[in-house]
């Protein structure tokens, strides 16, 4: 299973990585291609932002190139690559367990088995430099929200319980995408959609896949 992290420019240079670029695909303009996981690929699109106009605080924010779920790492001082991909593998599935028990979508008991699940799937990382555009509108839209709540608060970067809280909003709130299949929008509860690409990837291709609404499991 090959676990594909785009970086954005902006994250390229704090980095001060040299990532290849994604391959362009035809009709598309370099660097800027579209991602989509996939049953061998689960693809994830990072970018950071300054906290203040070139703070040393910074807000480093992932987004799943299905789902849009999304989540935050608040930084003060510059990651090697090595250390960011270890954050952002242990991060997904902390926040989507975060996610899953605030939103009481299905038992803990069952997240405490999706998550053992997942940690026995092998993830080969490869690091790209692309920024899908699609996927960086939802990701602006959530620096917003982290610049309006340190505006708020009088901070200089997140705690990690803003971080957690601020995700696990944005997580549970729906969202108008454009399926990358049909061309078409839909409206989607990011956590539910993740979580329902999850169960494909430990029980298979055949596995249902339909996933209960919060309404539906709430008036069980």
């Not at 003060?76 to 996610?99: F, G, H, P, S, V």
């Not at 839909?186 to 249902?208: F, M, Q, S």
């Amino acid at each position: 299973m090959k676990l594909q992290l785009a970086s954005t420019n902006s994250l390229n240079k704090w980095l001060k990585a040299e990532l290849p670029r994604l391959p362009t695909r035809q009709g598309k303009q370099a660097g800027v291609n579209t991602l989509k996981s996939d049953s061998t690929t689960m693809c994830w699109q990072a970018h950071i932002i300054d906290n203040q106009y070139k703070s040393y605080e910074k807000t480093i924010i992932a987004c799943e190139a299905n789902s849009r779920f999304i989540f935050f790492i608040p930084v003060t001082a510059r990651l090697t690559l090595d250390e960011l991909t270890k954050l952002l593998i242990m991060e997904w599935q902390a926040m989507l367990a975060e996610t899953l028990e605030s939103y009481q979508l299905i038992p803990r008991s069952e997240i405490v088995m999706l998550l053992s699940e997942l940690s026995d799937l092998t993830f080969n990382v490869k690091w790209v430099k692309n920024t899908d555009l699609s996927i960086n509108g939802h990701i602006s839209d959530a620096g917003l929200w982290v610049e309006q709540i340190l505006r708020e608060q009088g901070a200089s970067e997140l705690s990690a319980q803003q971080a957690t809280e601020l995700a696990i909003y944005l997580n549970t709130s729906l969202k108008r995408i454009t399926n990358k299949e049909t061309k078409r929008k839909e409206k989607v509860i990011p956590v539910e959609k993740l979580l329902a690409y999850c169960r494909t990837l430990v029980l298979g291709d055949g596995a249902e896949t339909n996933v209960v609404s919060f309404e539906d499991y709430r008036n069980k």
